[in-house]
Structures are given as structure tokens and as C-alpha cells.
């Protein structure tokens, strides 16, 4: 039987990047993927794939509607080939799982195809997909298997017209009328794929407002701009059943009065979030306790009950992020090795890869009203840039959130181009404590979209914004 330091269980982002920091710490380290690919849910059905999709359908809306005013003339019709366009998409996950099997090699860690489960706290069976089973010896078990699209329990998913996140990477034709029952992220970033390629999109959200967990005024604006771009919402409505007929789903909700609506369309994606992945993993050998929703819980080492064995991603509590799991498995990795490592979990920062891009990190404006903290708020118009002017991109803004007292900054905001990069400022910023101030007294490029950050800071501190 193989012995190990460390077995991870889930190649996703956090047990791949776990397993490196493992090794490079010296650690005879496995890890366990069921699938033939490394990656998990973000490399081969999620983050990477839908990010390839954007940009592919960003390029022909472009093409479309921006070209001509930028005076690139294009003769005859522009046309969407969406089975080259898939395949584009998955020759980059192709490159991208390819690289993760690369690190696995240039790091000596070993890979074990097939389902993990405990046979008890220190030995894994892995089941084959032959049927095959082999069991390994780890004195150290990191729990990484990640998460699987969630539904509503009256929702049939056939995978073919009512369809989750995987599906909606494969489809064969454009739909004709996407009905989207979620207005978070996952609905809304594919929602766009679709809606620049023809199809008609109807998002279906119970609660008040889009992406309901960021700022309220970042919630407001990328509404604003999606419906520039003809996505139709309907929030405050609870949907109530799903029903294929044919090639026809149909949606039946209620509003906020209580009474009832009914969508039709050809495909409907279900877009309810994310549950974690703990099937088969048989952790009642090993005496793993589980925590509330399906997550196991874990201590702020990320050690459950059982103390060699560790949780780390969207099997635990917090957001399903793929960069908070990547921060958390070199915390478990550092602490193994007797490290002091640490993750400030308020400067996380969350992005929606729309267009305009969405991202945000500490405190939002409810949560500082909530908790009595008085604070003040800068605020910079995308538009005023002539950076976003000359690029034609000015929707949006950059909101700063500082102490009223210390000036401190306890929120950033921001929704607009390239939002998802210009976010790391802030999260630079915030890990040292910086005050807005202090950003406003940092030399800019110019000309950047950088600079709204520059402009909200000093809108913070003192109202004094230059170029509005």
C-alpha cells in the first residue's frame, strides 16, 4: 500500500493548488480526481469555459453593432458558426487542464484516477472506472471535491431544453428565447453569452435585485446596462414549476402580488446557485462531522472533527470562489508544514464577468448601515474618463466606502471595463489598511480606467474629485 503526507480528494483550483503547495513544501503528496481531466468544476464546466464564451460572443457583438462607428467596414453578413465557437471554448479548457497535469508532474505529486471515499480517517479506497479498487495510506486527508449546480425540488432537469451551467456550455443551436430562473452570476454571465448571439433572454429572480449578495447600487447598474442590451427581468417572482412540452419549456411563477405568470421558451437554465459535492466520499468511515447546508464543517484551520483531516472550498462555508479556495488550500498546506498562514476572508473579492464587468471586496453599504458604522462614500462615473470614452465602454462606476473617523477603506465598488483587474487595487489597498487618502495620493496612468479609482478616493476624502 502507497503511503502519503497529503492525499487531496477533487482536483478543482483548491485541491490542485493545495497538492503544489504541498509538495513544494516537501510533502509526498496524491491526489484523487474521478474524472480524466484535472481541474474540476473551473476549469473544464465553469470559470474557464464560460469565460472563453464571453469573450467569443463579446467579439461578435462587436462586429455587429461597434464596428462600423470605429470605421472597420466588413462586407457581406457577419455570422455566428457556434460549433466552432464551442469548439474554441473547449480547446482552451483542453490547454488549461493539460497545464494543471503538467504542474502535477513538474511538482512529483501522483495522480489517482477514480472515486475517493474513506475507508477510515487514514486510508482512501479509489474506485476506477473499471470497477477497479486500490486503497492508499494518507497521514494527511484534504477534502477539496467542490460543488454541483443546484435546483428547485418541483424542477426535472432533462439536460437537453431544462438544462444547469454544464449544459449551457454545449448547446448545439442558439435558443430562440432563453428563460434563465436566477439572476446571479452564473445566469447572468451565460445569459449575455446568449443574448450577443441572438437569442431572446428572460432572467426570473425571487428576490428584488441581481446579484442580491453585492452592493445594491452595483445591482442597479448592471441591471441598467443589461436591459440597454434587450435582457428582459422579472424580479420578485417565485417560480412555481418548470414543464417541458416538446421543443416548449414553460415557466409558471408568481409576482409579488401573488399571482401567477407564465413564461415560455425553448430552453430554460436553472441557475439557482451551487450545492457542495460530499457524494461518496463515505465520511462516516472516517467520523466527519457535517455542518449546516451540506457543508462539512471545519474549525479556522479548516480541520474538521477529525484532526488530520481538512476542508477546503465549496464544501465548506463562504462564497463558492474559485481564488478563496485556492487561498485556503496553501493555508492548509502552510499550517501542515507549521506555518502561520492566515486569510483575511472581508478581502476576498467577488467579480461578474459581464459586460460591464461587476467586482467588489469588503463591506458593502447595507452591511455598514446594518452595523451602525458611519462612514463616507466617493463616487466616480466611468463616463468622465477618456480612457472608457475613447474604448467606447462608460457605462458604470467606482464606489469607495471609508471610515468617517479614520478614513480608512472599508468597501470597494466597481462596475464598468476591465472591473474584474482593476479590483486587485483594492484588494492591495485594504490588506494594508490603507485609507482613501492614501489611494488618492497614488500616481495613476493615464489614460486608464485605473483612474476612477484615483477620482473615487479622492471624492472620499476630502469631495474633491478633479475631473467631475
Not at 476506477?128 to 460543488?147: L, M, N, Q, Y
Not at 449546480?149 to 448545439?172: G, Y
Not at 452595483?218 to 441591471?223: F, N, R, T, V
Not at 490603507?434 to 495613476?444: K, L, T, V, W
Amino acid at each position: 500500500m502507497t503511503q502519503y503526507d497529503v492525499a487531496v480528494i477533487g482536483s478543482g483550483p483548491g485541491g490542485y493548488v493545495a497538492a503544489i503547495r504541498c509538495a513544494q513544501l516537501g510533502m509526498k503528496t496524491a491526489i484523487i480526481e474521478k474524472y480524466s481531466t484535472l481541474g474540476g468544476t473551473c476549469l473544464n464546466v465553469g470559470c474557464i469555459p464560460s469565460k472563453a464564451l464571453l469573450d467569443s460572443s463579446h467579439h461578435y457583438e462587436d462586429a455587429i453593432k461597434h464596428f462600423d462607428e470605429h470605421g472597420i467596414e466588413i462586407p457581406g453578413e457577419v455570422k455566428v458558426n457556434l460549433e466552432k465557437m464551442i469548439g474554441r471554448k473547449q480547446g482552451v479548457v483542453d490547454m488549461t487542464t493539460k497545464g494543471v497535469q503538467f504542474l502535477m508532474d513538474k511538482n512529483k505529486i501522483e495522480v489517482h484516477e477514480g472515486v475517493g471515499s474513506f475507508k477510515d480517517a487514514t486510508h482512501i479506497n479509489i474506485t476506477k472506472s473499471d470497477g477497479k479498487t486500490e486503497t492508499i495510506e494518507a497521514k494527511h486527508t484534504i477534502i477539496a471535491t467542490g460543488s454541483k449546480p443546484s435546483t428547485l425540488p418541483f424542477i426535472k432537469l432533462d439536460k437537453e431544453r431544462v438544462i444547469t451551467s454544464t449544459e449551457a456550455l454545449e448547446l448545439k443551436e442558439i435558443p430562440k428565447h432563453l428563460l434563465i430562473i436566477g439572476g446571479g452570476v452564473i445566469g447572468l454571465e451565460l445569459g449575455q453569452v446568449y443574448r450577443r448571439l441572438g437569442a431572446e433572454v428572460t432572467v426570473i429572480e425571487y428576490m428584488d435585485r441581481i446579484i442580491a449578495g453585492m452592493d445594491a447600487a452595483l445591482s442597479k447598474e448592471l441591471m441598467k446596462a443589461m436591459k440597454k442590451q434587450k435582457t428582459t427581468f422579472k424580479l420578485s417572482h417565485k417560480v412555481i414549476s418548470v414543464e417541458r412540452k416538446g421543443e416548449e419549456v414553460i415557466v409558471k411563477a408568481e409576482d409579488k402580488k401573488g399571482e401567477e405568470v407564465v413564461f415560455t421558451g425553448d430552453y430554460c437554465l436553472v441557475a439557482v446557485g451551487r450545492s457542495p459535492y460530499t457524494a461518496g466520499l463515505n465520511l462516516e468511515a472516517a467520523g466527519v462531522a457535517m455542518g449546516d447546508r451540506g457543508m462539512i464543517a471545519v474549525n479556522d484551520h479548516l480541520q474538521t472533527n477529525v484532526p488530520n483531516i481538512y476542508a477546503i472550498g465549496d464544501v465548506i462555508r463562504g462564497a463558492m470562489l474559485a481564488h478563496k479556495a485556492e487561498e485556503e488550500g496553501t493555508l492548509v498546506a502552510e499550517i501542515l508544514a507549521g506555518q502561520k498562514p492566515h486569510i483575511d476572508y472581508n478581502l476576498i473579492p467577488g467579480v461578474v464577468y459581464t459586460w460591464p464587468e461587476v467586482a467588489a471586496v469588503g463591506k458593502t453599504e447595507e452591511q455598514l448601515k446594518e452595523a451602525g458604522v458611519a462612514y463616507k462614500v466617493g463616487q466616480f462615473p466611468m463616463r468622465a474618463l477618456g480612457r472608457a470614452r475613447a474604448s467606447m465602454d462608460v457605462d458604470g462606476f467606482v464606489k469607495i466606502l471609508a471610515d468617517s473617523t479614520t478614513d480608512e477603506v472599508l468597501g470597494v465598488h466597481m462596475i464598468g471595463a476591465r472591473c474584474a483587474d482593476l479590483i486587485t487595487e483594492a484588494v492591495t489597498a485594504m490588506e494594508f489598511r490603507a485609507s482613501a487618502e492614501d489611494i488618492a495620493r497614488m500616481s495613476h496612468a493615464h489614460p486608464t480606467y485605473a483612474e476612477a479609482v484615483k477620482e473615487a478616493a479622492l471624492a472620499a476624502t476630502e469631495d474633491r474629485a478633479l475631473h467631475i
